[in-house]
């Protein structure tokens, strides 16, 4: 079953907000297993919203539109749809006596510019009149177009609450069983993952996409299929020939970050954590501190930015500093041993490096990043060389010390 | 003159992936004087992809394309366009002889896969042939069609260095002069800020629009014209006018952030600045080291996560830590005076509170917050309540704590 998304607003087509509901009515869509065609969006245009409605209908089987239901006057959508399937609004009574019998709490609006939101093309049927959110389902051409508003929260209130089982009881024999999940990679380039992925014999109905979301490559697996059996089936000897070829460059699957799985790595093995930060200034006891729950694991760390930093809290002698520079693996061992003995934590990490875009030599380029772990039993410094801006660097070092902490772990694990 | 925007992945219509790069580049086009008319978002099909390119031509005057560029099996764009308008792929030599010459950095790839990115459609010319990034234009009936890839930074990059430069020399009379800002605001609700503008007597050829980002509100206020003159002259007096009752609490503009505005004054005033943080975790201070050159102003800081590093690196007593508990006003005070003593940084900042979800109490619920401020003149503490989830509550924490310093050296200007 086909489903066509519209999403209307000049809000949107001048780029001033970001579609957010698009993206979450196709995600919801997509795993209750129907396909989308095509997303649309379009400003406050009554002659494109009609057009775009008449061709979603010449080509799919429902509609979704989102944005314009609005009491402002530039909420056109009710009209353009009146006028492009040749339906006249009509005033639905149940909104109507719904708007009245809540006036006193809404007095600030004029009642006139509220009963708009009540005035729908006919044969509407408001998705939720007791609500006060507008939103509406019309049958056209034997088939559903929905309405909904184009505020995101609510919205996502009623494609879930409402769409999705009318949906459902829809042409139910059209919709497919869909498997899916999403591999998350941070070590390996996307050519290489497509290289090993091409060695494995996956089956022609199992679809496989690459996309690289820096600093990660994320793989979907995909199986879909009218027999519920086959698909799952198909599905987990895929996921396990996956994980064949790519074994641990598999750092969590679906919504699974970094920062999550390396917290719950540390909090089985009763670990504590302490970071020393120079070029990441922060990124990485924020990405950690993201989790609920965190404190269990990170005592904190210090953003040594400056080199009097390192040395007052860190205990990075001068001496070391001029002798081999900030930016080196003498200093990122020294960092991370002195966050790990004040602190107390039984692991230790540091990060120092070239963030860019100033700063670099032809020693030590923009890019330049230590990294180093402090273990009671012994201590590695890794030295990379990131591409990128700014920013990137930062985050791909970030993510890097992130992993380095997840592979120690992991071979301890195994030990 | 018209743009249509379609943008290309099976990521994007199942909804994995959000569509920020069409966001980014209708706000840039609409920016530089163009209209949007309408924004595509198709899966991988090429007969998808040829049908929204044949009708976007049929009815707008240029095309922006992105995604379905790259190496992999799924990137199909190149050989949907060849087939769509009739132009058979070709090898673009200058491509083809870049990738030959960085083999040797890029030898993980085989090169028949690399080779693939230089197989473009004839007629096609690429953006930046001496980049790593995919790329191309192609005039068809006279109109010029862009190519970019999905990639958001590579995307963006080329957008800006690129096709605006090459779309502004195209139909030259057609554009209207836009004239268009952005302020941001942090510290008043929307509803206060539309209704001091509302006090104003604007000309009805301006528009404002309120966009609230969390945690800022952004009112953009947009003039276009084809008399230049006028839409300046409109433009200056709406600044004026909006700056007369927004005053201070417009911290910026446009692309401005908080962290930027306040190292602008640090940078301004010579002073140096160390930050103690615990419920916000780094957030302080990774954004303010953003910036390149922050080092002139951030000294560093400690992420004293738990309450024995406030003890060993802020120098905050178990005591006082029992007697108050680590969310209060003292302990937030002692935190700020111990990371500027410890760092002998000019003022210290520090942040102490209950992001959630876990944590509250009736006394002290999730969403207390106390920042506090240390100078050499004077101390101060302030209480906020903030509402939100986790991720919420860090971030207009960390905005708060920077707004509390952008206003202590505004006054500390005035004075």
Chains 1, 2 share one sequence.
């Not at 009642?111 to 049927?125: C, I, N, T, Y």
């Amino acid at each position: 079953m086909k489903i066509e998304i519209i999403a209307i607003g000049d809000e949107l087509t001048s780029g001033r907000i970001l579609n957010t509901t698009s993206s979450f009515a196709a995600r919801n869509l997509y795993e209750a297993g129907y396909d989308i065609y095509a997303m649309n969006t379009i400003g406050d245009t009554p002659s494109l919203i009609g057009e775009a409605l008449k061709r979603a209908l010449s080509r799919v089987d429902a509609v979704l539109v989102t944005g314009g239901l609005g009491t402002t006057d530039d909420d056109l959508t009710n009209e353009a749809v009146s006028k492009a399937l040749n339906r006249p609004t009509m005033p639905n009574l149940e909104i109507l006596s719904n708007i009245r019998t809540h006036l006193d709490e809404i007095t600030a609006s004029p009642v006139s510019r509220l009963e708009k939101l009540a005035w729908l093309p006919s044969g509407a049927e408001a998705l939720n009149p007791q609500s006060r959110m507008a939103g509406y389902q019309l049958i056209h051409d034997d088939k559903p177009i929905f309405f909904l508003p184009g505020v995101p929260s609510q919205m996502q209130q009623l494609l879930v609450e409402e769409v999705l089982p009318k949906l459902s009881t829809w042409h139910e024999d059209h919709r497919l069983t869909t498997h899916q999940r999403t591999f998350r990679i941070f070590d390996l380039p996307e050519t290489e993952v497509n290289r090993r992925i091409a060695t494995l014999d996956l089956s022609p109905d199992v679809h496989i996409g690459y996309y690289p979301v820096f600093p990660e490559v994320h793989l979907s697996l995909t199986v879909r299929d009218k027999k519920t059996n086959n698909a799952k089936r198909l599905f987990k000897s895929s996921c396990k020939a996956i994980y064949t070829v790519l074994g641990d460059s598999i750092y969590g699957c679906d919504r699974d970050s970094m920062q999550r799985v390396v917290g719950n790595l540390l909090a089985e093995n009763h670990f504590t954590l302490a970071v020393a930060e120079s070029c990441t200034g922060g990124l990485i006891c924020r990405r950690i501190t993201n989790s609920p729950g965190s404190s269990a694991y990170l005592l904190g760390g210090v953003v040594s930015y400056s080199n009097s930093l390192k040395t007052i809290y860190l205990g990075v002698t001068k001496e070391l500093l001029e002798a081999h520079g900030a930016v080196s693996r003498e200093v990122a061992e020294e960092m991370a041993v002195g966050v790990r003995a004040r602190s107390g934590a039984d692991i230790g990490l540091a990060v120092t490096g070239i963030a860019g875009p100033g700063g670099g030599s032809e020693e030590k380029p923009v890019g330049t990043v230590y990294i180093a772990i402090a273990t009671s039993e012994e201590n590695w410094v890794s030295k990379f060389h990131f591409h990128g801006d700014r920013n990137q660097i930062r985050e791909i070092a970030a993510q890097s010390g992130l992993d380095l902490i997840r592979k120690y772990l992991l071979q301890k694990a195994q030990n």
